[in-house]
């Protein structure tokens, strides 16, 4: 289920939907193709000092093929990620490190790290399959003015995630993800993610996403500042020897 480029139409689902039909209604929903922007995660710790990191990422097959390149601060310039997503093996993410001249493969053992010093990490980055989880529909409830399905999404044993389950409010005019918790495997809360929307040719796409850790008193605010969708993003671009080439807008 992906929460970054949902499609901006009208659809209602009756109160006898499950919550299972609701995250497939999510699931089928129309995406772009390709994407291309230019994204700024500025970083909060807990005593209100910030950093900004500005990334350019360039994606395909909706998403599932990724390359991010970090354009600041000065000294990670360069430092790039592949990810790619496979439906029968391990999804696999690259990390590309100037400085060490070195492409490190980010194992399944670390999906729980942090992207890039951020609240967001490796696992997050990556799209959720329908059949990893159970989705029960919750009682709707109202965000920020807006009625809303609400889901508990529960990751199943053999998934391995770091998260035991995550709570959605999903609009019921566009089914948009308006807001996500996260709770770790002894069922604390983790992350808070809430997420803000703009249109972009008849696609409604994420324009903010704020992701609080409440474990640590930590915050992400992400800005995708630039967007360009459905443009011709070759296939033979998401390969080790791009990660070292940084793009133009």
């Known amino acids: ?24 209604k999510l699931d089928n929903k129309e995406r ?10 500025v970083l909060t710790n807990s005593k209100n000092k910030s950093r900004e990191n500005v990334l350019i990422s360039k994606s395909n097959n909706i998403g599932k093929n ?6 600041e ?7 790039s990620f592949l990810r790619k997503e496979y439906e ?10 100037p400085a060490f001249n070195k492409i490190r ?31 029960d529909r919750l009682n709707d409830e109202l965000f920020n003015g807006i009625d809303c399905y609400v889901l508990n999404v529960t990751s199943k044993p053999e998934l391995k995630s770091a998260y035991s389950k995550h709570i959605l409010w999903v609009s019921k005019k566009n089914l948009t993800i308006l807001k996500e918790q996260s709770f770790g495997k002894n069922d604390e809360l983790k992350k808070v993610k809430i997420y803000s929307y703009k249109i972009v040719k008849n696609y409604e796409l994420a324009s903010k996403i704020l992701v609080q850790d409440i474990q640590k008193n930590h915050k992400t605010e992400i800005y995708i500042d630039y967007i360009s969708i459905n443009t011709d993003v070759d296939s033979k671009l998401f390969r080790e020897s791009s990660l070292k080439r940084i793009p133009r807008l």
């Open 105 to 135: 493969r980010i194992n399944s053992n670390r999906m729980n790290d942090s992207f890039m010093g951020s609240d967001l990490s490796y696992e997050d980055l990556n799209s959720r399959v329908l059949s990893d989880n159970i989705y």
């Open 66 to 71: 990724q390359i991010i390149w970090v354009l």
């Open 73 to 79: 601060p000065k000294a990670d310039r360069g430092i």
């Open 32 to 41: 772009p193709q390709s994407v291309f922007s230019r994204i700024s995660m």
């Open 88 to 97: 029968n093996k391990d999804n696999e993410i690259r990390m590309w490190l």
């Open 1 to 24: 289920m992906r929460a970054f480029v949902p499609l901006f139409c009208s659809i209602t689902i009756s109160f006898s939907q499950s919550g299972l039909d609701i995250a497939q």
